[in-house]
Each structure stands twice: as C-alpha cells, then as structure tokens.
C-alpha cells in the first residue's frame, strides 16, 4: 500500500503530513483511511496534541477528481459517509488539540479539514478556497459546521457561495487563521503552539474542547448543567493535585515579602 499520510513524533505532539504532493494532497479514500490509522496512533495516551499540514505546495487541494485507477471509486455521498464523516468523528472523538499548519492551497474538502482543527496558523505561501459552489455541489468534510461558527453565519455563508480566493493575510484579518508565518517556520510554530494548549491535565483539554464545541447548540441551563457534569470529571484527574500544587508554589514564590 503507497503510504500517502506520514506521522512523525515531536515530544508529545504527533505531527500528520498528507503526503502526495504531485496531486497537492487531494484527498482519495486510501488517503482518508490513512488518516484514520493517523488518529489511532494519536489516541496513544503519551500523544498530547497534534498538528496536521501538507507536504510540497499544497495543504489539501479538496477531494481527487481523478483518482488513481488502483483505488475504489464511491459515488460521492457513499465516500462522505463510508470514510470522510467516520474519519472526522473518529478525531473530533480524540479530545485533543489539533493544529492545521497550512502550507498552501486548502480548497473545498481540504479546506473542511483544515476548519475541523481546533487553531489554524498559515504560512505566507497558504491560500483558502471554499471551491464547492463553483462545481456546484455543498459543503461538506465539516465546512458547512465548523465554518459558521469560525467566522460567524453571515461571513461564512458569502464567502462559500462566493467561493472567493483568501490568500493568507486575508484569512487573518477575517480570523480564518492565527497567524501567518514564513513556510521554514510553520511547523515549528504549530508544534509550539499545539504544545501550549496541552499543558494542562489530559481531562481538562478534552473537557473544555467538548465544552466550547457544544456551547453554540444549547441553553443557558443546558450548558451550566454540561459545565458541572465535565468539572467533575477533571477534578478527578489524578494529575490535577500535582498541577495544582506546581501552580501554587509559583503563586507562592512570587508573593511579596511582607515579613518587614
């Protein structure tokens, strides 16, 4: 089997690379199960966080047109529910931090995987193209849900039916992305940063992920009662008390004298 997605371990952060970059990464099924072996390696406990990027000039070029005659080919609504939406479950289900290092081109499916990351930061070199009104198809791999709430109904809706062009400055100012780098920078920015959001106890980044995924879909009370249901379960961490105590000491160090 042609390996297409490469996993490479920095620390405790897995680093995904989709790998075909004669076809600027477009996503086929073999590459989609790939991805899927990718997020089974991620469910290692000693993997914190992740970071996803592509290899050459392309991030995802969206889904392969043509691909290879070795691969099976699905009608469109067989392959979103046999691989794309089980595979998007399957990482959404991890709990954990997933940064999208874009390198290039991210249209339509691919740009769908780069919005189903928790933080996107761009390399100059990056482009975002929603690319599914142009074919006249829907959004899919997550866009039409993790879009809106990205960049607000309004925003999001024009931008894919318009199916603009934003290069990587633009898909800043509009909070698309974190921030821009220069491409040598990328992936040591988004592992750093994929770092950062681990640093607290595994239950306490997986319970505040659930917790702001789902806020935009429930009540006030719906919520708090959510809020009280997932604060138990991270108090229960055995790795909060020593956390706690660290952050104590550090409180304590940096206290005043106040002993005359």
Not at 23 to 50: C, G, H, I, K, T
Not at 74 to 88: E, F, I, K, Q, W
Not at 129 to 137: L, N, S
Not at 182 to 202: F, G, N, R
């Amino acid at each position: 089997m042609t390996a297409r997605v490469r996993t490479e371990r920095r620390g405790e952060v897995l680093v995904v690379t989709l790998d075909r970059p004669d076809r600027l990464n477009a996503l086929s099924p073999l590459m989609v199960q790939q991805l899927d072996a990718a997020w089974d390696e991620a469910a290692d406990p000693a993997v914190r966080a992740m970071v996803l990027t592509g290899a050459g000039r392309g991030f995802c070029a969206g889904a392969d047109l043509a691909p290879d005659p070795d691969e099976v080919t699905l009608p469109v609504t067989t392959v979103l529910r046999r691989c794309y939406n089980p595979m998007l479950l399957r990482l959404d289900a991890l709990g954990k931090p997933l940064v999208a290092a874009v390198n290039g081109a991210a249209a339509g499916a691919g740009l769908g995987l780069a919005c189903a990351a928790d933080v996107r930061i761009a390399a100059t070199t990056a482009t975002f193209v929603p690319a599914f009104a142009q074919i006249g198809v829907a959004p899919d791999m997550g866009a039409s849900y993790h879009l809106p709430r990205i960049l607000g109904y309004e925003r999001a809706l024009v931008w894919v039916l318009r199916g603009e062009r934003w290069s990587a400055d633009r898909a800043l100012a509009e909070g698309l992305v974190r921030a821009v780098v220069e491409p040598d920078d990328l992936v040591p920015e988004a592992v750093a940063l994929a770092q950062s959001l681990a640093a607290t106890t595994p239950t306490a980044v997986r319970v505040t992920r659930a917790l702001f995924r789902a806020a935009a879909s429930a009540s006030l009370a719906e919520h708090l009662d959510r809020e009280d249901r997932l604060q138990a379960e991270a108090l229960a961490d055995p790795l909060r008390a020593q956390l706690r105590a660290a952050t104590v000491a550090r409180v304590t160090e940096r206290r005043p004298d106040t002993a005359g």
